[in-house]
């Protein structure tokens, strides 16, 4: 069964603190995805990564970054969490494959106080 | 430019009436579709896809059929449970260039279904 799994399903975290929302994927997809999901704004991509060590930014990057050391691992980290980044963050992947549908992890929802 | 906009919520229907999600999409080339669904508390999973048009994507129950002429994907299902409430979303894939594997969504359409 594939398998898209979230360090964290509830994090807090106080402001300005540095946070790392790790994600790992058991089908050696080459591509790996942050979302967050807010009510009424739906999912918004924050970066993506094609390969390893490559990364791309989404429509929303400010106030993050990411790592992609392995190819099963990809890192959100907020580098000085703020109370505007409270959310829920999904992670995906999926491979080079046209057409291919992405795989998602069950989450993490992010408060920060 | 790439885009998904579907039908606004949220949706309430009572158990075993009919359902349509309308989905259309803004894309270059010719782009993969998708209906994610997401159950409260979860992670999104893909309920369908289609890949070219006059597809037809189905599973438990859904459909939705890809058509060019319309740049639509609408979601239906004949009868409803109580079981179906969830976030629908619809998707798009273009697989050209920079964009190679991101899906462009749409804001999610929230469904109720009453026993």
């Known amino acids: 069964d594939v398998k898209v799994t979230q360090s964290s399903r509830y994090l807090v975290k106080r402001t300005g603190e540095k946070v790392f929302l790790e994600c790992v994927q058991d089908?050696?997809?080459?591509?790996m995805f942050w979302y967050r999901q807010d009510p009424g704004l739906g999912l918004r991509l924050i970066y993506f990564?094609?390969?390893?060590?490559?990364?791309e930014k989404g429509d929303i990057p400010e106030g993050y970054s990411v790592s992609r050391e392995k190819k099963e691992r990809f890192s959100l980290i907020l580098e000085s969490a703020s109370t505007n980044q409270t959310s829920m963050y999904l992670c995906?992947?999926?491979?080079?494959?046209?057409?291919?549908?992405?795989?998602f992890g069950p989450g993490t929802r992010l408060t920060v106080t | 430019g790439n885009s998904v906009t579907q039908m606004e919520g949220p949706v309430t229907l009572s158990e075993e009436a009919f359902l349509t999600i309308n989905c259309t999409y803004t894309?270059?080339?010719?782009?993969?579709l998708f209906w994610y669904v997401q159950y409260p508390g979860e992670g999104l999973q893909l309920l369908l896809k289609?890949?070219?048009?006059?597809d037809k994507g189905s599973n438990k129950g859904f459909e939705a059929t890809y058509r060019k002429e319309t740049t639509s994907f609408h979601l239906e299902k004949g009868s409803v449970q109580v079981s179906d409430s969830a976030v629908y979303f619809c998707?798009?894939?273009?697989?050209?260039?920079?964009?190679?594997?991101?899906?462009?969504f749409g804001r999610g359409t929230q469904l109720t279904v009453w026993p």
């Open positions: 089908m050696d997809h080459e591509n």
């Open positions: 998707a798009l894939r273009t697989d050209r260039g920079s964009t190679l594997g991101r899906l462009y």
């Open positions: 894309a270059t080339g010719y782009p993969s």
């Open positions: 995906a992947s999926t491979s080079h494959r046209q057409g291919g549908e992405q795989y």
């Open positions: 990564s094609y390969d390893v060590k490559m990364k």
């Open positions: 289609a890949t070219k048009a006059d």
